[in-house]
């Protein structure tokens, strides 16, 4: 067995060691989701972490690891006797694989005892193996939702509920959730993210003498792992030590109603929605007390807890760029602590409500009658902002146009791939076939079983082979195996190629345009599509976004376009077509849906047409925004060209109800392509 990294061997990343310590200290804190560049030793922390929790006793031959001294009334292995016997092992550290199918996470229908003895038997999956130890996903981002939404009912709930294949089974399954992402590699979605009780965000050390410390320490792991574990053996058995004393300290520690409303104004204060925000942190805080062994949470706890347990809930937008609000978290942090002082002392006199004890305006610097964003260079204080200061955080002047901004997004149609897919990345988009969704019919398995067995179809298999026996029983073979065939949706790759030409550069059209693409990246998100975008003006076209499941560089990238020159619209489809053949060979599965957001004009390079051949079998929509009294309907001979779609910009928008799929199947093997009106 491979000796772990020793915890106390880690150098830096304190925010992620307390983190990590809190909840092995309060599994009911909630977890930790870890955010961080590759190569930042996420999952060599997590992975020391399993060595420090204490040995855990359980029912001997139990596989759900009940407690003996108060076992599962509902043990599928139950029940268990009060004087059962028992034995010591280790805490579980229990890995959750990005390709795991349901039925490993929660477990299934035994078939070999049901197909074989005729038993209704219950296999166990994952969350019963790390029921009292810890459980770590790897890419919890990359994770389905649908399983994401599993781990984390569990671990909120304490239990897992198995309804499928025919078996009802509930289990204890209390554990230790942690995940770790690479946020290059897209974000999950803001829902998921609340529900880990703490989010922190890691990064390489900046510093030369701690990055030559970080080399040195591994070099030395590597070169024997045994001596290097025996460096820190004394630091280990300490920590281990101290989490044992924290769990047993950890009842007694009382919450004060002071620092229970300091908890709600901070939350307010922070902006905040919903309650869990407040629960998450009221327990950090106690699981904080009881880490530095004191039985009363004090203000200065219920900080801590909060730099860990709120930043990530602020995000407003679910496409906003995430990360940590220090500024605002320090004001929400003040202004909870003017509002005790305030409540302290109701008597004192406060001629100006509005002002601090120092004074000042609550409204911070820069926000007063002297430097509000309404003081023009008059006044003597800084210019007002630009819209490219807004847009680009810079202050100085470019040859180039501002850029226009997005309005509002809005619910655009939904664009679809009409062909089926095989369903090779679950997703809401276009229709496949797929391992989850409406059954539609059953197969014979080409190999290994691919998605859930057809149990109806396999016994009528079974029957018609003659398999019924004299007995009463049935000799069910493998060779009668059948298994479901089901429709859902599937994510699709999701290619912008916006026309960025002068003949696009008036501000209303192209704030328009910036509008209509928003809410298609919005719709992207929403349906887990991976999306990228090509840009084309001057003499070429621009990759500006390469095919990434990180949609917020996206929005990003949208709000800095800037327009202006000729248009290439030639050299916009030859990157379109060189970027979806890429894709195409990095992931075949992927089908790709191409937007064309253009007026149809090409005032540089060759004539786009000829053109069209390379992008064939790709589902193609143009955009077209052509607007005036007068049109030319270029976009419309491209869309033909192209065997596309055309939806006008002014169309984009999805009606209330009974609006119908923009895009036609362009699919070699299925040719009826529609056009929208």
């Known amino acids: 067995m491979t000796t772990p990294y020793p915890f106390s061997a880690v150098v830096g990343l304190d925010d992620l060691r307390l983190a990590l310590l809190l909840t092995s200290v309060s599994p009911a804190v909630g977890g930790v989701l870890v955010r961080g560049e590759k190569g930042t030793a996420k999952s ?28 599962d009334a509902q043990c599928p292995d139950g029940p268990h006797a009060v004087d059962s016997p028992a034995e010591h092992r280790p805490s579980a550290l229990v890995e959750l694989p990005v390709g795991a199918t349901e039925d490993r996470v929660v477990g299934t229908l035994d078939l070999q005892r049901a197909l074989a003895d005729g038993v209704k038997a219950y296999e166990p999956g994952l969350l019963a193996a790390a029921h009292r130890g810890v459980l770590y996903v790897d890419e919890v981002n990359l994770l389905p939702d649908h399983l994401v939404d599993l781990l984390l009912d569990a671990a909120a709930m304490g239990r897992a509920h198995v309804e499928r294949d025919g078996v009802s089974v509930k289990h204890a399954a209390r554990f230790l959730l942690v995940g770790t992402m690479n946020p290059e590699e ?39 792992p045994a001596a290097f574990a025996a460096r820190f053996a004394a630091d280990e058995r300490e920590y281990a030590a101290r989490i044992a004393a924290a769990r047993a300290l950890l009842p007694t520690v009382v919450l004060p109603d002071a620092e229970l409303d300091r908890i709600a104004r901070v939350c307010l204060a922070y902006g905040v929605d919903g309650m869990r925000a407040d ?27 909060a730099r860990l347990a709120l930043p990530h809930r602020r995000r407003t937008d679910p496409l906003d760029p995430p990360g940590t609000d220090e500024e605002k978290l320090d004001e929400a942090l003040a202004e909870a ?38 003081r023009g260079p008059q006044g003597g204080g ?15 002047q470019t040859p180039a146009a501002p850029p226009a901004r997005p309005g509002a997004a809005f619910r655009p149609r939904t664009l679809r791939i009409s062909a089926r897919g095989d369903g090779g990345h679950t997703g809401r988009r276009s229709p496949a076939y797929a391992r989850r969704g409406r059954v539609i019919g059953s197969r014979r398995p080409t190999g290994k079983l691919s998605g859930a067995p057809h149990l109806p179809a396999t016994l009528r298999a079974a029957l018609h082979r003659g398999a019924l026996q004299a007995t009463g029983g049935m000799d069910v073979q493998p060779r009668d195996l059948r298994e479901a065939i089901h429709v859902g949706r ?32 919005r719709d992207a998100y929403q349906r887990r599509d991976r999306v990228g975008m090509i840009t084309f003006r001057g003499a070429e076209a621009d990759v500006v976004l390469p095919p990434t499941s990180s949609h917020e560089v996206g929005v990003l990238r949208l709000a800095a376009l800037r327009t202006g020159g000729r248009t290439p619209l030639a050299a916009g489809l030859r990157a379109a077509a060189r970027t979806i053949a890429t894709e195409r060979r990095r992931d075949p599965r992927r089908r790709p849906l191409l937007v064309l957001v253009t ?79």
């Open 279 to 305: 629960i998450v942190v009221a327990r950090c805080a106690v699981a904080m007390a009881a880490w530095h062994g004191r039985v009363r949470v004090t203000a200065d706890d219920v900080r801590d807890a």
């Open 599 to 677: 007026d149809g004009r090409a005032t540089s390079g060759p004539d786009p047409l000829p053109l069209a051949t390379a992008l064939s079998g790709v589902t193609t929509v143009v955009v077209d925004c052509e607007s005036g009294p007068i049109r030319l309907g270029l976009a419309r001979r491209l869309a033909t060209a192209l065997r596309a779609d055309v939806m006008p910009l002014d169309r984009l928008e999805a009606a209330t109800s009974g609006h119908r799929p923009a895009a036609g199947p362009v699919n070699p093997a299925d040719r009826a392509y529609r056009r929208a009106a």
């Open 186 to 224: 897209g974000e999950p979605r803001p829902q998921l993210v609340d529900r880990f009780g703490l989010v922190v965000t890691v990064a390489a050390p900046r510093d030369a003498t701690l990055r030559a410390e970080v080399v040195r320490r591994r070099l030395a792991y590597e070169a024997d």
């Open 44 to 71: 060599t922390v997590v992975r020391a972490l399993a060595g420090l929790l204490p040995a855990v006793t359980v029912v001997r031959g139990c596989r759900f690891a009940c407690d003996p001294a108060a076992p």
């Open 382 to 396: 800084a210019p007002a902002r630009t819209e490219q200061d807004d847009a680009t955080g810079q202050g100085h």
């Open 337 to 374: 602590e003017r509002q005790a002082e305030r409540d302290a002392a109701p008597d004192d006199p406060d001629p100006d409500p509005d002002s601090d004890p120092d004074g000042g305006s609550d409204n911070g610097p820069g926000d007063g009658p002297e430097n509000g964003p309404d």
């Open 490 to 521: 599937e994510a699709n790759l999701v290619l912008f190629v916006v026309d960025a030409s002068g003949s696009m550069a008036a501000r209303k059209r192209m704030t328009l345009v910036k509008t209509a693409v928003l809410s298609l990246l």
